[in-house]
């Protein structure tokens, strides 16, 4: 028999899938995890058990999380729900304003800001502008552009054929507008048109070949003439899908019946996209034309205008961006995933997308080998972790991307490029987690448990979801104010010490011990499995192995719930000689702990030890040690 000696010191590969269990070569394997649920990996490869959510307030219903961030120390959370939207300082709500979209019109949202404006975007509605004024007054209006004279500086554009006429019955005044094709609909009422370069009004719909306007501007003549065009953003032709803000403009990026066109503002003058002669500050525009449909699905400003399309990703050009030197060049071609809106996100220099396929995320970057973006796959060994991801979000401060699937779950990404960290991880709770926003240096969920939607706070100081804290002055046993998991059982973390579960009833429970203070919520379990050994070099696959000892190094952890072939069985953290104590909260032990174990192991696809636990206490290893017996 042969003795092999294994240390895994890093888990930064995170959890894999476990079609990589016969390429055991691979560098992915070797820092790598079978399953990791509810724990984050650290950048310097450690794993920690994941923070709890802290209750925050319950919600009107489904929708989606959106941060507004004024400065960097004023931050507010926007709830959006079906025509609602709620907006918070920390944990209170501090204004309902009504909106005008529906609860399925929500995912398809799009926004952007610049200082005390939020401006949401979404291709069936009137995009609208979010402002905060002196005195933290709220409100929710539709956008206006520029107007000079009663000339309004939008978007036109000419959705007839390029031959079909417009027959004016006057100049001015009150007259009528013919068609030689068919294009009017009742829509168009209040839409206004550029015939030979002047602005009219539609005012009543006659018929799909002739409508009633008036002139804004005298027109040259009453002649039949091509040179016409309507606005391209209005009921009748649809709204913008995306916008951004990129060196001094505005970019609204496609809108619904013109999918792969980009308009830019002027510089310096956002809503007035005027093009006027061509001149270095006017507006620009123009389509994204290609041999693939290239549909625009977001937009996002960093050393490019960077523009994710459904079928490729771009880059926009021009420094600075002017109609003579604007140019656009595709990059690379995977596209992006179309039935909802999910931003794209800077994440450590790098822009991540979802592709179109809904099971991959890619990280758009900028190379200086090549000297163009690369569109790198960051799922690549983790390929089952993202699946129909619905949200994402960035915590810089945790290096954590928060990616939300649309089965309630969450995949958890930890990054750091210069040290070549990409670990996933999963992270769940009892409920579906459905919307996520990074609020300055607070991660918020939106939550849906037992019928009621909630919105929580990741809080590294509990390790219960859903939780609220308490405290009293005297030693108190009956706690109330939990309302929000009526019915549901509980854990306790009562003055430090884990107490029984107990079941809400009537927002409120009884526990065992009086205690001045209390931690309240739904347990999670979070759990560690290995993948199996590689004995490779100690004998060759398809022979039996045993666990002989293993030593999990630890750092500041109150519990051990381990299974090395036996069952689930608790571990003792005491050192010979120290006494246990069970009326005091358990003491953080930062040391190695040693584990025998017993038993063959002949399916070399399953592990060898697996933790597991829901005790609310904290947790951390950072390195495991394994002897194995090799049978020859």
Do not use: C
Not at 92 to 99: G, R
Not at 150 to 174: C, D, M, R, W
Not at 395 to 402: E, P, S, V
Not at 574 to 586: N, S, T
């Amino acid at each position: 028999m042969t003795r092999v000696r294994q240390v895994k010191t890093t888990f930064t590969s995170g959890e894999v899938s476990r079609k990589l269990l016969g390429r055991a070569d691979l560098r992915a394997y070797e820092n790598g995890a079978l399953r990791l649920r509810n724990v984050f990996i650290q950048p310097t490869g450690g794993i920690t058990r994941r923070s709890g959510l802290r209750y925050i307030d319950s919600v009107a219903g489904a929708g989606r999380l959106i941060a507004f961030e004024f400065n960097t120390e004023q931050t507010f959370l926007l709830v959006l729900s079906d025509e609602q939207l709620d907006i918070y300082a920390g944990d209170v709500k501090i204004d309902t304003l009504s909106a005008s979209w529906g609860a399925d019109q929500i995912r398809n949202i799009a926004w952007t800001q610049s200082a005390d404006t939020l401006l949401l975007v979404h291709p069936d509605l009137k995009p609208l502008k979010l402002t905060r004024s002196a005195g933290s007054v709220w409100s929710l209006d539709e956008w206006s552009f520029f107007t000079d004279s009663n000339i309004v500086h939008q978007p036109y554009f000419k959705f007839a054929g390029s031959e079909a006429t417009l027959t004016p019955s006057g100049t001015s005044g009150t007259i009528t507008l013919t068609s030689s094709e068919a294009v009017f609909s009742e829509g168009h009422e209040g839409v206004r048109l550029r015939v030979q370069g002047s602005e009219v009004e539609i005012t009543d719909y006659n018929s799909p070949t002739v409508v009633t306007v008036t002139a804004v501007e005298d027109l040259p003549d009453s002649e039949a003439t091509i040179d016409w065009e309507e606005a391209a953003l209005s009921p009748v032709r649809g709204y913008p899908v995306s916008v951004a803000f990129h060196q001094d403009r505005l970019v609204i990026g496609g809108s619904r019946d013109l999918p792969n066109r980009l308009w830019f503002s002027k510089s310096g003058d956002l809503f007035n996209f005027d093009l006027g002669e061509g001149l270095d500050d006017e507006g620009i525009e123009f389509a994204i034309l290609s041999d693939q449909v290239n549909a625009i699905r977001g937009i996002f400003s960093g050393r490019d205008l960077q523009v994710f399309t459904s079928g490729a990703e771009w880059i926009v050009t021009g420094d600075p961006l002017t109609p003579e030197n604007v140019q656009i060049r595709r990059q690379t071609r995977v596209g992006s995933v179309i039935e909802r809106h999910i931003p794209p996100l800077n994440v450590d220099g790098a822009t991540i997308f979802v592709a179109r396929n809904q099971q991959e995320l890619r990280e758009f970057i900028f190379t200086d080998l090549e000297q163009a973006y690369s569109a790198t796959e960051l799922t690549v060994v983790s390929r089952d972790i993202v699946t129909k991801p619905v949200d994402q979000d960035y915590d810089q401060k945790q290096r954590l991307l928060f990616t939300v699937r649309d089965d309630g779950k969450v995949a958890t990404l930890t990054s750091f490029r210069a040290e070549k960290v990409a670990a996933w991880t999963v992270f769940e709770t009892d409920g579906d987690i459905i919307s996520v926003s990074v609020v300055g240096e607070d991660v918020i969920f939106m939550v849906l448990r037992n019928g009621m939607y909630t919105i929580e706070q990741l809080d590294e100081t509990l390790h219960l979801d859903s939780a609220l804290t308490g405290n009293a002055a005297t030693a108190t046993a009956n706690w109330s104010g939990l309302d929000h998991l009526e019915g549901k059982t509980v854990s306790i973390v009562a003055d430090g010490i884990v107490q029984t579960d107990k079941t809400v009833a009537s927002g409120s429970v009884t526990i065992d011990t009086a205690a001045e203070n209390v931690q309240i919520g739904l347990a999670e379990t979070h759990m560690v499995e290995p993948l199996p050994p590689n004995v490779i070099d100690g004998g060759g696959t398809g022979r039996a192995v045993r666990l002989i000892e293993a030593i999990f190094r630890l750092e500041e952890t109150a519990a051990l719930r381990l299974d090395v072939g036996r069952g689930l069985k608790d571990v003792s953290l005491r050192q010979f000689g120290e006494d246990l104590v069970l009326d005091a909260p358990q003491p953080l032990i930062s040391r190695d702990v040693r584990v025998r174990a017993l038993g063959w192991q002949a399916d070399g696809t399953k592990p060898l030890w697996r933790i597991e636990q829901a005790v609310p206490l904290p947790f951390t290893l950072l390195a495991v040690t394994t002897e194995l017996k090799v049978n020859d």
